[in-house]
């Protein structure tokens, strides 16, 4: 679509799925004038009475809530969420630490999956220029000729012809598959070993039973269980965990998964509940988790991916959902750029998003490192605490690899750079200021038993 003074309202966007990513994106598109049309798969979930399917809440930090902020919601949200200042880490022993996220009055907000979710479809709509159809699942398309095929609720064949489509259907991506068939995508996805269940603390005399400000973490170097808390009093659990240790306890059977908590997390059964923990592995399932990586994002002028159709990484950093919401603010910049000519915006737009999303993909499969085992190394701890004090000394020359994710809108993969040239310079300097006493003993011992050794800086006295 080349754009210049053109009606907006007269080019017709379809967006493919109603998850968090789709229904934020058809705001945007919305915003900018276009005819928006959403079609989400399942039925409207603000019509459920039970939603199943993956975490019920999220970390939600900086580059969501722009985009939130974008879409005027950001109050609404942030304010309905509950603030997580620290990580707060369970030893075996029951010994609680608190390793504070960033600077005070940093936080992430623990937010509601599903409400967040709901509130993003309302909010579209609002929106004259969009209408959402639930129960259509994309099953076909036409790239080239601008047809996409649905089928609905009977299961009949419905078609639309968009100028543009956006697939915004998730790690299972049928527009990515269907792009693949017209263009020359690279494509990749690695299934980690581990998987992850949900468990649940329920509130305690209707208030939290744990430490509210906090994610929770119980590191236990092969595995870990975090607890993010609801606004409900409860908490949700997620027990990460090789898929050969959950088989070992569901072939064990019995009292197993209790007897597995007793000796990891014996300060949680008190919370859980031993028959909760029981009937959550008897009757649940462990669940896997999925990197997704491609390349381009578009074909041609016709069509792009967002979130985590394009994307779709581990959960370690907290940031798949805010990495898509910040998809669909940095399309609208392109889209600003290129005054809506669609054949320009689009390459633009993968071409500088790719690395970034790359980027976060990498440190999410870090981070898992870092949460389940290095948060109990001392030296780590103690790099924590030098990363601080840089940052308290040059607050905007030297960011903590964390605060940049989290706190920073910084690029994604200028983030990487960024956090492998400071790590390079502090090592060297802790190495020479770790070696600056050693270097003066030695000196000193030399001094005492070969003082002739340093005759050479003796001044002569003679001119
Ligand atoms: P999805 O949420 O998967 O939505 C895709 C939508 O498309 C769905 O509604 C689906 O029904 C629909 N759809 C699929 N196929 C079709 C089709 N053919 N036709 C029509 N509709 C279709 N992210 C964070 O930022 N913070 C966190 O704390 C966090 N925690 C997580 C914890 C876990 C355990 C997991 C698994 C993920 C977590 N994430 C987190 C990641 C986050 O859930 C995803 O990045 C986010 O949901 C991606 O949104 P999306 O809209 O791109 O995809």
């Not at 990580?87 to 010994?95: A, D, E, K, P």
């Not at 994307?311 to 370690?316: C, D, I, L, R, S």
């Not at 690029?411 to 790590?423: A, L, P, S």
Request: aromatic share 12%.
């Amino acid at each position: 679509m080349g754009s210049t003074a053109m009606d907006l309202s007269s080019v017709k966007v379809v967006v493919i799925g109603g998850g968090l990513v789709g229904a934020m994106e058809a705001i945007f598109m919305a915003k900018r004038g276009f005819q928006v049309d959403l079609y989400e798969s399942r039925e409207d979930i603000r019509t459920l009475e039970h939603v199943s399917g993956r975490s019920i809440n999220l970390a939600l930090s900086i580059r969501g809530r722009e985009a939130l902020r974008l879409v005027g919601l950001e109050d609404q949200i942030v304010g309905g969420g509950i603030p997580m200042h620290a990580r707060l880490i369970h030893g075996v022993s029951g010994r609680k630490s608190a390793q504070p996220y960033g600077k005070e009055g940093q936080f992430i907000s623990s937010v509601d999956r599903r409400l967040l979710n709901e509130t993003l479809l309302t909010e579209a709509e609002k929106y004259s220029n969009i209408r959402l159809h639930f129960y259509h699942k994309m099953v076909q398309a036409d790239f080239d000729n601008g047809v996409i095929f649905f089928t609905d609720k009977d299961g009949s064949k419905v078609k639309a012809c968009p100028d543009l489509t956006i697939g915004c259907d998730g790690a299972y991506s049928t527009t990515r598959r269907q792009m693949m068939r017209c263009g020359r995508i690279d494509f990749s996805q690695e299934y980690i070993p581990h998987g992850y269940m949900e468990l649940c603390i329920p509130p305690k005399d209707g208030k939290f039973a744990a430490e509210i400000n906090y994610l929770h973490i119980w590191p236990r170097d092969e595995f870990m269980m975090i607890a993010l808390p609801n606004q409900d009093c409860s908490f949700t659990c997620t027990l990460f965990m090789p898929f050969v240790n959950f088989d070992e306890i569901e072939a064990a059977g019995g009292e197993a998964p209790v007897d597995f908590f007793r000796k990891y997390f014996p300060d949680a059964i008190p919370l859980i509940g031993e028959k909760a923990i029981r009937t959550t592995f008897e009757e649940g399932r462990a669940l896997p988790m999925v990197s997704v990586k491609c390349s381009p994002y578009n074909y041609k002028d016709k069509v792009v991916i967002l979130g985590d159709a394009a994307h779709a990484m581990v959960p370690f950093y907290g940031q798949g959902m805010n990495c898509g919401f910040e998809d669909c603010i940095v399309f609208d910049q392109f889209l600003d750029k290129f005054n809506n000519d669609f054949a320009k915006a689009l390459p633009a737009y993968s071409e500088h998003r790719n690395p970034d999303a790359k980027a976060i993909c990498d440190l999410a499969m870090y981070n898992y490192v870092e949460m389940r085992s290095l948060v109990n190394s001392r030296w780590f701890l103690f790099r924590k605490r030098v990363d601080k004090f840089l940052n308290w000394l040059l607050p905007s020359r030297y960011i903590p690899l964390y605060s940049m994710v989290t706190f920073s809108r910084i690029r994604y993969h200028t983030v990487i750079q960024r956090w492998k040239k400071q790590d390079v310079i502090v090592n060297k300097g802790l190495f020479y200021l770790l070696c600056l006493p050693v270097v003066i003993a030695g000196a000193l011992t030399l001094k005492r038993f070969k003082p002739d050794v340093f005759s050479w800086l003796k001044f002569s006295g003679k001119t």
